[in-house]
């Protein structure tokens, strides 16, 4: 069974970087049939794609967030993660690792709250 967790702060200031880990059990990020991505839900706001790393090896990027998010992944720790620069409250969500590519993934994590203070 897939099972995706992530991890990190929940609360991160204002201009910071916040980063996030998401580790993977059930299936292999060595595995290059899959891509590996980051989406987001913000209050009262839907869910918003952000990121992904392709199974092809690169990675695709968000137009609104490309100067300001790298994702990448660790196949020896099973792990892939994000890092967004530069935050603001807007940035205030539940952040989820997912495998797929963009909102359509048969798997995510719980999901990880992420508060952005002034």
């Known amino acids: 069974q897939v099972q995706l967790q992530e991890s990190g702060p929940g609360l991160v200031k204002s201009s910071q970087t916040l980063s996030l880990t998401c580790t993977v059990s059930?299936?292999?990020?060595?595995?290059?049939?899959?891509?590996w991505s980051w989406i987001r839900q913000s209050p009262g706001k839907g869910q918003k794609w952000l990121g992904t790393?392709?199974?092809?090896?690169?990675?695709r990027i968000d137009t609104p967030f490309r100067s300001r998010l790298t994702v990448s992944k660790d196949t020896s720790k099973n792990q892939f993660t994000m890092h967004l620069n530069s935050v603001t409250p807007e940035d205030t969500a539940i952040y989820y690792c997912?495998?797929?590519?963009?909102?359509?993934?048969?798997?995510r994590g719980q999901g990880t709250q992420v508060t952005v203070s002034a």
């Open positions: 997912t495998r797929g590519f963009g909102l359509q993934s048969a798997y």
């Open positions: 059930g299936a292999s990020l060595l595995n290059s049939d899959y891509d």
């Open positions: 790393i392709l199974h092809t090896g690169g990675s």
